[in-house]
């Protein structure tokens, strides 16, 4: 399967510790989006990235959050002292630079957080 | 980008056909229309796109209606597989300009 995956699909955490997700989008992608979805809502970008630029992030988007793709291929996000509020689902999405669909993003099956 | 209102929810009976319709009053000129399915537990999946008038895949079809305000995802003879939310997004290319806006989508249930 080639499509994109998301490590770990679960996790558990207390509040105030740190997490790290991985997003491995498909290869030759070179855009690499994060989104938040919780209970109810349609998912909400945080963070892109072409290549390993990261080219918008989200007003929203807390200092505690942190996102890299150092290479240009994989990505990490950090959640530092996490929070009650950032239980949710971490999606990860790749597309190519060029594609002869607007909008047609490759979602990951993404990573459900819950902090305790 | 626009903002879209669409049905919270809507139920059907296999073998039906179901429209759910799309309001985006303040589309724009180089707007598309895109619309993605997501199942529990999973990310969301494009379904089908388009720009005007009809567009028609193996999954849906689009209709457009010329002044493209409005917009309606049609499935065909639905099974209980296509219990899913349903998205319908307006933008340009959502590659360049970073992100996709999703809003609460339409929960479609499925029923034997």
């Known amino acids: 399967d080639t499509g994109v995956s998301q490590d770990p699909r679960h996790k558990i955490t207390k509040r105030g510790q740190n997490v790290t997700f991985r997003c491995d989008p498909i290869s030759e992608h070179n855009r690499l989006y994060w989104y938040r979805q919780t209970l109810g809502q349609g998912p909400e970008f945080l963070t892109y990235f072409q290549n390993e630029a990261q080219l918008e992030k989200s007003r929203l988007l807390s200092d505690r959050f942190s996102a890299e793709r150092p290479k240009g291929s994989f990505s990490t996000l950090e959640i530092q002292r996490t929070e009650q509020g950032d239980s949710a689902m971490y999606l990860c999405?790749?597309?190519?630079?060029?594609?002869?669909?607007?909008?047609?993003?490759?979602f990951g099956p993404g990573t459900r957080l819950t902090v305790l | 980008l626009a903002k879209t209102t669409q049905p919270i929810s809507m139920d059907s009976y296999e073998g039906q056909e179901v429209n759910i319709t799309c309001s985006h009053n303040?589309?724009?000129?180089?707007?598309?229309i895109t619309w993605y399915q997501q199942f529990p537990s999973q990310g969301p999946r494009f379904i089908i796109q388009g720009y005007k008038t009809k567009v028609t895949n193996e999954v849906a079809s689009l209709f457009i209606p010329a002044d493209r305000k409005s917009s309606t995802l049609s499935l065909p003879r639905v099974s209980l597989s296509d219990t899913a939310v349903y998205y319908c997004?307006?933008?340009?290319?959502?590659?360049?300009?970073?992100?996709?806006?999703f809003g609460k989508g339409t929960k479609l249930s499925v029923k034997p």
């Open positions: 999405a790749s597309s190519p630079l060029t594609s002869g669909t607007n909008n047609e993003q490759f």
């Open positions: 303040n589309i724009a000129t180089n707007d598309y």
């Open positions: 997004l307006v933008g340009g290319d959502g590659g360049s300009q970073g992100n996709l806006i």
